[in-house]
């Protein structure tokens, strides 16, 4: 999968399932899942490394994990997922030089196709424009943005006419600058339906309604692995209750010194 293939599969109205991944044994999960890509977000500041923002995360943590994303992977290249990795805090906001060093090195050191950027500020779109150049694929990140958490909270976006204007005009600047998709995180529903209408990339939502090209989710919220669930994702099992109940019994059964365990 090409970032120009998710174009297409916006032109022929085929969803774009998109789960995220931050080791070798979600990554093979979420490729048996039959996902179109696999996102490396800085979410895993949050649901692996235990920051309770996403700002910590390092331009070589990402790297470290996308690498073993890319390891977990089984099928052939051509049917693998499209794999994109999140710019952390700091890695693009210091000069386009900087930017591109970031960018390019994960590109360089993993297999990841191009990379995610939060936010439509003027010098974002001017780092947009300098990647696409330099041939680095980028996904825009609108609405709930984490890296900005200590200005915006963890709110839903796009809630007055005036923030939802803005909205509009920053997906077209992100369309115009090169983004080959982009991210809608909480907003509005009929928003999200009214940007994806209007543009010609695709438009990925979470907590953004059903109206988007496609879905992206973190899988350990899916999963229902996380202590916390964002308002907007419904674990679609209990996944948390289920791993410890599973490790509680088999614990149980070893500490009784059960006669020949089966496990
Ligand atoms: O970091 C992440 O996992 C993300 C998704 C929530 C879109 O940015």
Known sequence: MLTTDLVRLKELGTPIIVLTAWDAI?????????????????????????????????????????????????????????????????????????????????????????VKIEGAEPETLLVIERFVRMGIPVMGHLGLTPQSVHLLGYKSQARDKES????????????SSGCFA??????????????????KIPVIGIGAGNQCDGQVRVTADLLGLSNKQPPFAKPLISGRELCINALKSWVQKH?????NPTT
């Not at 500490?255 to 006669?259: G, I, S």
């Open 26 to 114: 979600s990554a093979s999960i979420v490729e048996a899942s039959g996902a179109d890509v696999v996102l490396v977000g800085d979410s895993l500041g949050m649901v692996v490394l235990g920051h309770t923002t996403t700002l910590p995360v390092t331009i070589d943590q990402i790297i470290h994990h996308t690498q073993a994303v890319c390891r977990g992977f089984s099928k052939p290249l051509a049917k693998q997922p499209l794999v994109i990795a999140d710019l952390p805090f700091l890695s693009y906001q210091c000069g386009e030089d900087k930017a591109v060093e970031a960018a390019g090195s994960i590109l360089k050191n993993s297999c990841a196709s191009g």
């Open 164 to 175: 939802q204007g803005k909205i509009f005009q920053d997906s077209k600047k992100l369309q």
């Open 182 to 199: 982009i991210v809608l995180e909480h907003i509005p529903e009929e928003i999200a339906g009214q940007i994806k209408k209007n543009l």
């Open 255 to 259: 500490q009784r010194n059960e006669q």
